[in-house]
């Protein structure tokens, strides 16, 4: 009787262990890319003799890039009949460099929360903006072009293929995902971004907050809408996006999708961008491969009046395994830069020692990448 009691509670710390364990995941993405960038223009501050230099790079260079490589973890277990507790820790790494850059794990998504059915979820920690949980399909550009957010003028260079902001992710934060309600095809999701800065009490806290709506029937078309206020800038991100899944709909295995946003400044103007792609799955191959396009169109790039870009991607994906994929793909992007753009530009001084400063200027850049990589999934 004592080594069957002791068989039976050995067994159920085994089953309890086992449901605690975290799920490790990851991904390793690694591309060589070819890069040339143009920029041509002037510098719009004087210098000691009261000239305005001129500007007129033509550069490139073989990189070597990791693209969003990660670790992570996470899982759930149950904390009554009703509701579990959730969690994730994902960290990104740069897995081709250890210099500078590469600071070690960079927190991700990062979060400790609930889940109950009738409740929904609640996340602490650091998620991100609401506004990603609407992409669906739309973007789909990998490699070197996963570029959306490329927009900050201030940290950009010649080499920067700018485009239309993007939403980071929050710290400090909740989100709450609401429970489906009688089956309708809708998402609900709210986010509160806090600012724990101490202040005086008639000063105002810069906290935050968003909104998120997916609506996605199950018939291959998906619409979302969402705004982050006062979060991934000082300011309001409003986007909208559609996409469509012909193949539920005529015999073309296509899938279309358009995003439209604005991003309102508090300290600038009003940024549009429009963002437009196609992606075609092709059975001509041995194992799945799919080929894609995406042009992207932004106006008053962060909020600056007359800094505005074109780009546009092609591209394909093969699938070895559903987690071993081949990249092959090729960009363009054309910004012209009229309102006082940071540039980051060699020194005289440092030429040919990669030492470079930062100055005032406007102009035209323009850049081109061409790269294939592996994509790894674990």
Do not use: C
Not at 78 to 87: F, G, L, R, S
């Amino acid at each position: 009787m004592k080594k069957l009691l002791l068989a039976t509670a050995i067994a159920a710390l085994s089953v309890s262990a086992a449901n605690a364990a975290p799920q490790v995941y990851g991904k390793a993405f690694i591309t060589t890319d070819y890069v040339n960038a143009e920029l041509d223009g002037r510098e719009t501050v004087a210098d000691e003799n009261g000239n305005f230099r001129s500007i007129d790079e033509d550069k490139n260079s073989l990189q070597i890039n990791s693209n969003i490589s990660r670790l992570g973890f996470k899982g759930s277990e149950a904390i009554t009949a009703n509701t579990d507790v959730v969690y994730q820790l994902e960290y990104g790494i740069n897995i081709d460099d250890s210099g500078d850059d590469n600071v070690g794990f960079r927190s991700r998504d990062t979060y400790l929360g609930l889940a109950n059915e009738q409740y929904g979820q609640v996340r602490f920690g650091r998620n991100y903006s609401v506004t990603d949980y609407i992409l669906n399909s739309v973007p789909v550009t990998k490699g070197y072009w996963d570029n959306i957010g490329a927009s900050s003028l201030n940290t950009g260079s010649a080499a920067e293929a700018l485009t239309l902001t993007d939403g980071g992710r929050i710290n400090n934060s909740i989100i709450w995902f609401a429970p489906k309600y009688n089956d309708l095809p809708l998402e609900l999701t709210l986010q509160y971004g806090a600012d724990e800065t101490f202040v005086d009490d008639n000063d105002d806290r810069d906290t935050g907050y968003g909104a998120a709506l997916n609506f996605n029937p199950g018939t291959g078309f998906a619409a979302g809408i969402a705004l982050d206020k006062d979060m991934s800038i000082n300011g309001d991100i409003l986007r909208g996006t559609a996409s469509v899944d012909l193949s539920n709909y005529v015999a073309y295995p296509i899938t279309l999708g358009v995003l439209y946003q604005q991003a309102d400044y508090d300290n600038a103007g009003e940024e549009d961008g429009l963002m437009v792609s196609a992606k075609m799955g092709l059975s001509n191959f041995a194992r799945p491969a799919t080929v894609y396009a995406q042009y992207n169109r932004t106006e008053n790039l962060s909020g600056f009046d007359g800094n505005d870009s074109d780009q546009f991607v092609v591209g394909g994906e093969y699938f070895f395994k559903d987690n071993m994929i081949a990249h092959l793909y090729a960009g363009y992007n054309s910004a012209d830069l009229d309102n006082d753009t940071f540039f980051v530009r060699e020194s005289e001084v440092g030429k040919g020692d990669s030492e470079f400063v930062r100055v005032a200027g406007n102009g035209d850049s323009n850049v081109l990448a061409i790269g294939a990589g592996l994509e790894y999934l674990f």
